[in-house]
T-cell receptor, first 114, second 110 residues
Framework: DAGVTQSPTHLIKTRGQHVTLRCSPISGHKSVSWYQQVLGQGPQFIFQYYEKEERGRGNFPDRFSARQFPNYSSELNVNALLLGDSALYLC?????????????FGPGTRLTVT | RKEVEQDPGPFNVPEGATVAFNCTYSNSASQSFFWYRQDCRKEPKLLMSVYSSGNEDGRFTAQLNRASQYISLLIRDSKLSDSATYLCAVPNGGYQKVTFGTGTKLQVIP
């Protein structure tokens, strides 16, 4: 079975631009979470979606938004990019929402903002 | 106190050694805990889940101490291939947020 897939793998944007990152969860998984990971740190929680609804939000500005589609895939959007948004963006899928469910990560999208 | 804390290391150990990492958490309501392994510039991969007092899988043992609010990961008979960063993850009680530690770097030396 295919694991979590993310696209694109790498992206270079300039300050002020907008970016859309995409994620397809493991087949049968209904929940998708997004994380930002900067070098030397653990992943930082951005959002969790379950059945197309936002179930959790981390401490990120409103420039960050996401949505989940009926097929459970998800998009993360970031507006007005800042240099500090440069990071590895990880998507994780789990069977259901809730902390007891194991999360499996995709390979990530490496975003560089210049 | 940080929500989840780990000693960043690095832990440099010889092949065959036993090494243990601790991860402390602040939310006493947390019920489940996870250890992930992350290789350089790769995604985290789930290593072990801990729902009760502990879990064991081959050379790896995870233990939970609720009274002191920490989980530990023990690796026996370390292999060169165990060299990686080990992240602990703690779901935030009834909420959907999962908090990761900064990770502990392990380097196994020949």
């Amino acid at each position: 079975d295919a694991g979590v897939t993310q696209s694109p793998t790498h992206l270079i944007k300039t300050r002020g631009q907008h970016v859309t990152l995409r994620c397809s969860p493991i087949s049968g998984h209904k929940s998708v979470s997004w994380y930002q990971q900067v070098l030397g740190q653990g992943p930082q929680f951005i959002f969790q979606y379950y059945e197309k609804e936002e179930r959790g939000r981390g401490n990120f500005p409103d420039r960050f938004s996401a949505r989940q589609f009926p097929n459970y895939s998800s998009e993360l959007n970031v507006n007005a990019l800042l240099l500090g948004d440069s990071a590895l963006y990880l998507c994780a899928s789990s069977l259901e929402a809730g902390g007891v469910y194991e999360q499996y990560f995709g390979p990530g999208t490496r975003l560089t903002v210049t | 106190r940080k929500e989840v804390e780990q000693d960043p290391g690095p832990f440099n150990v010889p092949e065959g050694a036993t090494v243990a990492f601790n991860c402390t958490y602040s939310n006493s309501a947390s019920q489940s805990f996870f250890w992930y392994r992350q290789d350089c510039r790769k995604e985290p991969k789930l290593l072990m889940s801990v729902y009760s007092s502990g879990n064991e899988d081959g050379r790896f043992t995870a233990q939970l101490n609720r009274a002191s609010q920490y989980i530990s990961l023990l690796i026996r008979d370390s292999k060169l291939s165990d060299s990686a960063t080990y992240l602990c993850a703690v779901p935030n009680g009834g909420y959907q947020k999962v908090t990761f530690g900064t990770g502990t770097k392990l380097q196994v030396i020949p």
